[in-house]
Nanobody, 122 residues
């Protein structure tokens, strides 16, 4: 059984920074894409950033230049460094990992974290 545990959310003033972490545990063979999504009140969940197994990254236009996604494969962990936060960044953030449980598996399973609240307010 695979579990994802997120941490790092909280309340921060506009212009501040936060770092989110998401760690997967269990019987994992490898992890393909790792991503962060967010869902603001009354809005649909949106993709914020993604990092491939090779380290390529992609970001939503609204966070480019402010957010940085990274991964530590040895720790099965993905990070999201968020700088220059704005009130419109307020949302519940979810990590999503595409995980292979065995070498013979042809398509990864999609796992979600429990969500962590980020609130940007003065």
């Amino acid at each position: 059984q695979v579990q994802l545990v997120e941490s790092g959310g909280g309340l921060v003033q506009p212009g501040g920074s936060l770092r989110l972490s998401c760690t997967a545990s269990g019987k994992i063979f490898s992890i393909n894409n790792m991503a962060w999504y967010r869902q603001a009140p009354g809005k649909q969940r949106e993709l914020v950033a993604v990092i491939t197994s090779g380290g390529d990254t992609n970001y939503a236009d609204s966070v480019k230049g402010r957010y940085t996604i990274s991964r530590d494969n040895a720790k099965n962990t993905v990070y999201l460094q968020m700088n220059t936060l704005k009130p419109e960044d307020t949302a519940v953030f979810y990590c999503n990992l595409q995980i292979l449980l065995r070498p013979s598996q042809t398509a990864p399973y999609s796992y979600w974290g429990q969500g962590t609240q980020v609130t940007v307010s003065s």
